[in-house]
């Protein structure tokens, strides 16, 4: 059986990354935004990894509050390459949450409890978007002068890539490759069959989304989805402030 050696995955990632902060230190413009998303990624990670946990604890499962994660200190949910991708590419992902489907309640089943808990992280994602574009257009029609001041600017840019970043990392950890949320949310869906092969064969979609991943490719696919999304989100807001 083919083992997928997560090692590889972070030593072939630290590369990308520090190709990456190797353009972003010849380009002084891009090392400033850099800056200004590091508190979007704080916050994108920190609430997607508690809604884990704490969608996990609601279905009867401590272990993450056992492991401390149910908690808003970002310290306890980064991943440093993960963090680093979602700074540099716009995607990423947090430490995993560890769960233990044995203690789920029996309402539901194993299957569908592990597609909540899942699902839970994306969902506060978008939340998480839609709450801060509500801030940014409130800003734009109420604070217009504010946001003109040297502060004001960068509060308004760093809402701003906040949106995109928890996009961002919505719309990844969506995509049906195993590790990320995706392949569990889909699970429920899927035909006897179809799930025993899906699972069975795990690892083939590991080498797909490190293909996807060293290639580009994830980014070429995403990024249309984030922008669509990001507009979307930002469109219905702007209409309910009348912008």
Request: one cysteine or more; aromatic letters at 12%; glycine letters at 10%.
């Amino acid at each position: 059986m083919f083992s997928f050696d997560k090692r590889t995955m972070y030593i072939l990632a630290a590369i990308l990354i520090l190709a990456a902060l190797w353009q972003y230190g010849s380009e002084p413009g891009r090392l400033m935004a850099l800056c200004l998303t590091a508190p979007g990624v704080l916050v994108a990670i920190t609430f997607h990894e508690f809604a884990h946990g704490f969608a996990a604890y609601k279905l009867g499962d401590d272990t993450a509050k056992n492991d401390g994660r149910l908690s808003l200190n970002p310290f306890a949910h980064l991943d440093p390459i993960g963090t680093l991708m979602l700074l540099v590419a716009g995607f990423g992902w947090g430490k995993p949450v560890e769960v233990n489907p044995r203690n789920y309640n029996r309402n539901i089943t194993v299957e569908k409890a592990d597609a909540i808990v899942s699902i839970a992280g994306p969902a506060m994602n978008f939340i998480l978007a839609v709450v801060f574009a509500l801030i940014y257009c409130a800003m734009a029609k109420f604070g217009a002068g504010f946001v003109m001041t040297g502060i004001g600017t960068i509060i308004f840019t760093m809402i701003g890539y906040t949106i995109s970043v928890n996009i961002g990392l919505g719309v990844f950890n969506l995509l049906p490759l195993p590790p990320l949320d995706g392949s569990k949310v889909i699970i429920p869906f899927l035909s006897y069959n179809a799930k025993e092969w899906f699972q069975a064969n795990s690892y083939v979609f590991y080498i797909v989304f490190l293909g996807l991943y060293i290639t580009g490719l994830a980014s070429s696919i995403i990024s249309p989805i984030i922008g669509a999304v990001t507009s979307g989100i930002l469109k219905i807001t702007m209409l309910i402030f009348g912008l």
